[in-house]
């Protein structure tokens, strides 16, 4: 039997054609749009992370223009940083496991519920992150320390132990939880877990099987911002660790700025590279396994008021944990700023107001770092936002190794010494075209470099979270990509970009490890002004350091709090 083979006409061939090659087409043209993306992010991390790092570690291992390879060896077979390598790590997983564990219960509180005062609280739990670590710790030692208030109560002294620097670290980091996940945690459906309990599954197994693994990006990125900070923990750890503690960061300031020992620190930046990068690649490999598009909706919609005694049980419990780890230190430091010679009052901020009185410590009044943090953080944000969207809008597409080893690479400056940065900053951006030791902008890009994965982190699980059949639906209907965008994504992620720039924004006031090398005298911010208070002795000082703290919280208060009043219409958008 001989088949006839059917004809085909013209216009079949041509699309039938057209369909074969408008594959490897899309392909090409997601490959260069994904490229185009990267471009100005690689060239931002290259020039002012990637350059200043290589050029103090090249300074460190090269001895007359010859490396010296073998001081690798040598100090990584020292006990002393075997020991400190341990310490760090194990510090790090251990405040991670604890953060994760008293701020999630808090993340579903602000997602799910609505009771009063929750934009202020909001914005109270978020102003630990940014203050000094100086500060912060100073302000621990107060309750945890000799003649602190649990030495006053009951006769315990928990300084000099790792449960204080836990609970610092938790102190700090628990704005991150709270906020990533939390984010997402508001703007996913509920009716996909009440579909789940309406077929017979019980309230754990439902959230367990539908509600988890939708989030588990947002933890994913979460957990893993929190081990990097914790990781890289330096003011924590040398006010409430004493001499018994090191991490690598203290290690590495330890060899920098006391002995003089560059290679030394050189061969533990590199130890912090290859931890931190192992850890980046492991979870870009396991976060991109779980990714699935997620029914996103108006956060304002979600949100009740607690029902049932278990709800109500369940807000006092979260907010008993933000009046004791949260409240209660920052109170001790108010108190503090008020206590003066003469008794309670303002005698400490009536002398940030003047450059003599403070011993020679500025140039000029302590009370302008205030004009200055603000306006580098504000550059700072800027800079930070336009960089990681458009590294976040990269990340969404897929693209295999070339997309996870950028992920990582973002994600760098988190577990990099600030110590090593800013010296870097020094020595490699010294020359034209990049002699920027004398400009102002070089603070804000310090800034920005810890804020940019701070944007990435806090948009992309938004990002991949958007079912791509909205996008295409748009484009068929005739839209441009870039009206898509705006049509599409921007409704849906413009809470997430908002918290981004918050983040941002909060992040660079707080920063010092990195801008105290480089900021002028003549211009300091409330970080680095904090830190010379307190590095010199005396009644006064020491208050006009309480007193600058505390305006540098009641300010970024105010930035995060006005955050949360911006208002949001039915679609999400700001």
């Known amino acids: ?206 959230w367990r099987k539908v509600t988890l693994p939708a989030l588990m990006p947002a933890v994913a990125a979460a957990a893993l911002m929190v081990f990097l900070f914790t990781f890289t923990s330096f003011g924590v750890i040398q006010i409430l660790g004493g001499p018994r503690y090191a991490t690598l960061e203290v290690e590495i300031y330890q060899q920098t700025a006391q002995l003089l020992d560059l290679p030394t620190a050189a061969v533990l930046t590199l130890v912090q590279f290859l931890v931190v990068v192992a850890l980046l690649l492991v979870h870009a490999w396991t976060v991109r396994r779980r990714e699935a598009a997620l029914r996103l909706v108006d956060a304002a919609r979600t949100a009740r008021r607690p029902r049932g005694a278990g709800q109500w049980a369940l807000l006092a419990s979260v907010l008993t944990v933000i009046a004791v780890l949260i409240l209660l230190p920052l109170t001790v430091l108010v108190l503090r700023s008020l206590d003066g010679p003469d008794g309670y009052g303002f005698t400490f901020y009536r002398a940030l107001a003047s450059a003599g009185d403070n011993g020679g410590t500025f140039v000029v009044a302590p009370l302008e770092a205030i004009g200055n943090s603000l306006a580098y953080a504000m550059a700072a944000t800027a800079i930070a936002v336009v960089i990681g969207s458009l590294a976040a809008a990269a990340l969404t597409r897929r693209g295999g190794r070339l997309v996870r080893g950028f992920d990582a690479l973002l994600m760098l400056p988190l577990g990099t010494s600030a110590v090593t940065i800013g010296f870097g900053f020094l020595i490699a951006l010294d020359e034209p075209p990049l002699d920027l030791r004398t400009s102002w902008i070089l603070v804000p890009l310090a800034q920005a470099l810890v804020g940019v994965p701070f944007v990435v982190r806090t948009m992309l699980p938004v990002l991949r979270a958007v079912d791509p059949r909205l996008r295409e639906a748009a484009a068929v209907l005739g839209a441009s990509p870039l009206r898509a965008w ?37 211009n300091p911010t409330l970080p680095v002004a904090v830190a010379r208070l307190l590095a010199r002795p005396g009644e006064l000082t020491y208050g006009q350091a309480m007193a600058l703290s505390t305006v540098l919280m009641l300010v970024c208060a105010a930035a995060l709090l006005l955050l949360e009043r911006v208002r949001t219409d039915r679609t999400g958008e700001f």
């Open 1 to 206: 039997m001989v088949l006839a083979r059917p004809e085909v006409t013209t216009g079949e061939a041509e699309a039938t054609t057209g369909e074969v090659t408008a594959g490897p087409a899309r392909g090409r043209r997601g490959t260069a749009v994904r490229l185009g993306l990267m471009a100005l992010p690689l060239a931002f991390f290259g020039l002012f992370f990637g350059y200043p790092v290589a050029a103090i570690v090249s300074r460190g291992l090269k001895t007359d223009g010859r490396w010296q390879f073998g001081r690798i060896g040598e100090v990584l077979g020292d006990p002393h940083t075997v020991h400190v390598v341990w310490f760090t790590t194990w510090q790090a997983a251990a405040s991670t496991a604890l953060t994760l564990a008293l701020a999630l219960p808090a993340a579903y509180v602000f997602a799910r519920f609505e009771f009063p005062g929750k934009r202020l609280l909001r914005a109270v739990v978020t102003v630990p992150f940014v203050l000094p670590t100086v500060v912060a710790g100073s302000a621990f030692l107060a309750v945890l320390g000799r003649g602190g208030l649990l030495d006053q109560l009951w006769g315990v002294r928990l300084d000099t132990t790792v449960w204080a620097i836990l609970l610092a670290h938790v102190f700090f980091n628990y704005a991150v939880v709270v906020r990533t996940v939390g984010g997402l945690w508001g703007q996913l459906d509920p009716r996909q877990e009440e579909a789940a309990r309406v077929l017979g599954a019980g309230r754990f197994t439902a």
């Open 486 to 522: 705006r049509e599409v994504d921007l409704p849906l992620v413009g809470r997430a970009l908002a918290v981004a720039a918050g983040f941002a924004f909060a992040v660079s006031l707080g920063e010092f490890g990195a801008t105290v090398f480089i900021a002028r005298p003549d």
